[in-house]
């Protein structure tokens, strides 16, 4: 049986959240596991791909934006720039991208097909622009529509948005996305 794993990076005091999916549902849901704790789920689960929202790289050297998100941003929906690298490691707000990208490296020691995906780029193409909805009711919803069974009956953003990069790497391995710069985003309806 393949399986997705869709990963939501958090600093360190939040940590990562996780959803391991299969075909037709939620498998796992964990939250606030630091890098080694997803390192563990990926050797168990043997995930067919991981998705990773999180930047995967930043900007060149002297630049606030990667082209990739300008792109995004201009087609599908807003999203918060990723500026050079300096920037990112010397400015506590890019924390929780210091640890995406320690993630990206240690599961480059693995061979394991990574990912990078922005969750609210695929909410966005599964059920359309938020137009002033809460995030919050905006996810529900869109998460409902994908008739994916084992979804908890509470989740917090995190986690939804954990189960949006699964899916969306399942459907990176159906062939059914884009590639926007870095950032791997669907193409159509969730397949479910």
């Known amino acids: 049986m393949r399986r997705w794993l869709g990963v939501d990076v958090g600093g360190r005091r ?3 959240d996780v959803a391991l999916i299969d075909d037709r549902e939620v498998l796992l849901l964990c939250s606030g596991l630091d890098r080694d704790g997803v390192i563990e789920v990926v050797e168990s689960a043997r995930p067919a791909v991981v998705a990773v929202d999180c930047p995967r790289c930043c900007a060149n050297q002297g630049e606030s934006t990667r082209a990739g998100e300008r792109q995004l941003a201009r087609a599908i929906c807003g999203i918060r720039w990723t500026p050079d690298e300096s920037r990112v490691r010397t400015n506590p707000y890019y924390a929780w991208i210091v640890a995406g990208l320690a993630l990206y490296a240690a599961l480059a020691e693995r061979h394991i097909d990574v990912i ?10 599964w059920h359309g622009r938020r137009d002033g909805q809460p995030r919050s009711t905006w996810t529900k919803q869109a998460l409902a529509t994908l008739g994916l069974g084992g979804v908890p009956a509470r989740t917090n953003q995190d986690q939804r ?3 949006a990069s699964a899916i969306t790497g399942r459907q990176y391995s159906l062939g059914l996305t884009e590639t926007i710069g870095e950032i791997v985003v669907p193409v159509a309806q969730a397949a479910t």
């Not at 990078?116 to 193409?125: G, I, K, L, N």
């Open 14 to 16: 939040k940590g990562f």
């Open 116 to 125: 990078e995906v922005f969750p609210t780029a695929s909410w966005t193409r």
């Open 161 to 163: 948005d954990a189960i």
